[in-house]
T-cell receptor, first 112, second 114 residues
Framework: EDKVVQSPLSLVVHEGDTVTLNCSYE??????LLWYKQEKKAPTFLFML????IEKKSGRLSSILDKKELSSILNITATQTGDSAIYLC????????????FGKGTKLSVKP | DAGITQSPRHKVTETGTPVTLRCHQT?????MYWYRQDPGHGLRLIHY???????DKGEVSDGYSVSRSKTEDFLLTLESATSSQTSVYFC?????????????FGPGTRLTVL
């Protein structure tokens, strides 16, 4: 059975802290891994990772995929209150366009 | 926002009534998806479409049907709504970004079944 596990499920930090969110997956015919950020609305796309060991960066956020270990991490440095959100991990798998399977997310709360 | 709109944005209905949610996109994407999001379960795929009149089931399709008579519209129907279908429903499209497929989400519809 395909599955995605994210950890921790929730995390409370203070502004300026650095956080690491984890995602492990088991899917057949893996194609890529996507990270989304969800505030009180629809998920918004952050990163897509297809190759192991290549870090993707966008400002204070970065992510890396380990295809051997079937996992990915999302790092956020110098956290701000605006980073408070649920972060979702979703491997894309299967043929043709592929389908996404989502983890339950990590709820990050950044306190001033 | 990838040109995706959903209607209605909020709906309250009673058990046993039919409900149709609409997803509309303006960028001619071939693939469209319906998800539901519930606390403790995350986002789960209900149905998806890979072209006009071409649809397939997802993980949680029981109690739902879909139709796609035009490229731009993907309809989700609850034939007889139940309280367990109270949820937030998201539509998504698949788009190629950097040569790879990425999904983008509509704003969501909050459905309450009393």
């Amino acid at each position: 059975e395909d599955k995605v596990v994210q950890s921790p499920l929730s995390l409370v930090v203070h502004e300026g802290d650095t956080v690491t969110l984890n995602c492990s997956y088991e899917v057949t015919n893996f194609r890529s891994l996507l990270w989304y950020k969800q505030e009180k609305k629809a998920p918004t796309f952050l990163f897509m990772l297809t190759s192991s060991g290549i870090e993707k960066k966008s400002g204070r956020l970065s992510s890396i995929l380990d295809k051997k270990e079937l996992s990915s991490i999302l790092n956020i440095t110098a956290t701000q209150t605006g980073d408070s959100a649920i972060y979702l991990c979703a491997p894309l798998y299967g043929g043709s366009q592929g389908n996404l399977i989502f983890g339950k997310g990590t709820k990050l709360s950044v306190k001033p | 926002d990838a040109g995706i709109t959903q209607s209605p944005r909020h709906k309250v209905t009673e058990t046993g009534t039919p409900v149709t949610l609409r997803c509309h996109q303006t960028e001619n994407h071939r693939y469209m998806y319906w998800y539901r999001q519930d606390p403790g379960h995350g986002l789960r795929l209900i149905h998806y479409s890979y072209g006009v009149k071409d649809t397939d089931k997802g993980e949680v399709s029981d109690g739902y049907s879909v139709s796609r008579s035009k490229t731009e519209d993907f309809l989700l129907t609850l034939e007889s709504a139940t309280s367990s279908q109270t949820s937030v429903y998201f539509c998504a499209i698949s788009s190629r970004t950097g040569g790879k497929n990425t999904q983008y989400f509509g704003p969501g519809t909050r459905l309450t079944v009393l």
